[in-house]
């Protein structure tokens, strides 16, 4: 159980995860540059297919540029996803994404790629899982990740069932190894998927996907503003009962309304403005059955 005290404001909050984030970006691209692409390993995700194709226009096409452009192709590959995001999810949702794609791709692009531990393809594979890892961990942590296969599983959970965002992202990277054994060796493939699997550990260390929360709200104030705004701001439905204080026999409405992890980070302010001395209990880890929308 969780209990939340009223919270700060919506600008503050969102000013916090885009440092959070920007911080995880950072991270997420010094392990990249420093220790993934200087041993000629591929990522996950589309950041992979875009490391390919950076691939085949410098060593197969004799491109010549100095610097990674994988951010680069990244940030344009990201483009229709984004535009389509934009008409199926949640607006903030998708500013911060793009912020964060945006950050991803400066970072990558001015990041030297430098070797920084040399002749030890495990120790890279390592620091750059656990480096990487931890950058995405955080962004997620903030509620804003980078684009990608990410957004294109969220948009498919939403409409289809039994779907999920690990699911798209096991499609993909499973095509994307496949990819690396039959253009390169077997070595590339084996040292990349060792890669990808510490990341993951250490992302689901930090973040887990589609955590479900319960929170009840106990106030003693005119509640038809405050559950207006709830249903308004989180998009969710919830579930009013009256109720009464043990000690002080004081009548009381109750609001009960399941939400993901990060949305209820929004809750105590938007209650706060109604309610300072609101009451609000948060339960984690919730089973759910029935009509329930998954967000990431």
């Known amino acids: 159980?969780?209990?939340?005290?009223?919270?700060?404001?919506?600008?503050?909050?969102?000013l916090k995860r885009a440092i959070v984030a920007t911080f995880g970006g950072l991270l997420y691209s010094v392990g990249v540059n420093l220790f993934i692409v200087p041993i000629g390993l591929y990522n996950g995700g589309l950041m992979g297919?875009?490391?390919?194709?950076?691939?085949?226009?410098?060593?197969?096409?004799?491109?010549?540029?100095?610097?990674?452009?994988?951010?680069i192709l990244y940030f344009i590959a990201n483009i229709p996803i984004m535009?389509?995001?934009?008409?199926?999810?949640d607006i903030k949702f998708v500013i911060r994404a793009l912020i964060n794609i945006v950050v991803i791709t400066v970072f990558l692009s001015v990041i030297p790629v430098k070797l920084i531990i040399e002749g030890d393809m495990i120790a890279n594979c390592l620091i750059g899982g656990v480096v990487t890892g931890a950058g995405t961990g955080l962004s997620l942590w903030a509620a804003t990740p980078g684009g990608g296969t990410d957004i294109i599983g969220l948009i498919l959970t939403k409409t289809r069932k039994n779907f999920s965002v690990g699911k798209m992202n096991l499609i993909v990277d499973v095509s994307l190894y496949a990819l690396c054994l039959v253009m390169f060796n077997v070595q590339v493939a084996i040292y990349s998927i060792i890669?990808?699997?510490i990341c993951t550990f250490v992302i689901d260390k930090l973040h887990q996907?589609?955590?479900?929360v319960k929170a009840i709200i106990v106030t003693d104030k005119d509640c038809q503003a405050l559950k207006d705004e709830l249903i308004r701001t989180l998009d969710r439905g919830i579930t009013e009962f009256p109720a009464k204080g043990g000690y002080s026999g004081a009548d009381?409405?109750?609001?009960?309304?399941?939400?993901?992890?990060?949305?209820?980070?929004?809750?105590?302010?938007?209650?706060?403005?109604?309610?300072?001395?609101?009451?609000?209990?948060?339960?984690?880890?919730?089973?759910?059955?029935?009509?329930?929308?998954?967000?990431l």
């Open 195 to 197: 890669y990808s699997v």
């Open 1 to 14: 159980m969780q209990l939340l005290m009223p919270g700060k404001s919506p600008a503050v909050t969102e």
């Open 83 to 89: 535009i389509l995001a934009w008409r199926k999810l």
């Open 252 to 295: 009381k409405t109750a609001f009960m309304i399941v939400l993901s992890k990060y949305e209820a980070t929004e809750l105590p302010a938007i209650v706060s403005k109604y309610d300072k001395n609101a009451f609000i209990t948060i339960n984690e880890g919730t089973k759910i059955s029935g009509n329930f929308e998954k967000r």
């Open 49 to 71: 297919y875009c490391q390919l194709l950076r691939t085949i226009l410098v060593d197969y096409l004799g491109l010549t540029i100095n610097f990674d452009i994988a951010g």
């Open 209 to 212: 996907q589609n955590i479900n």
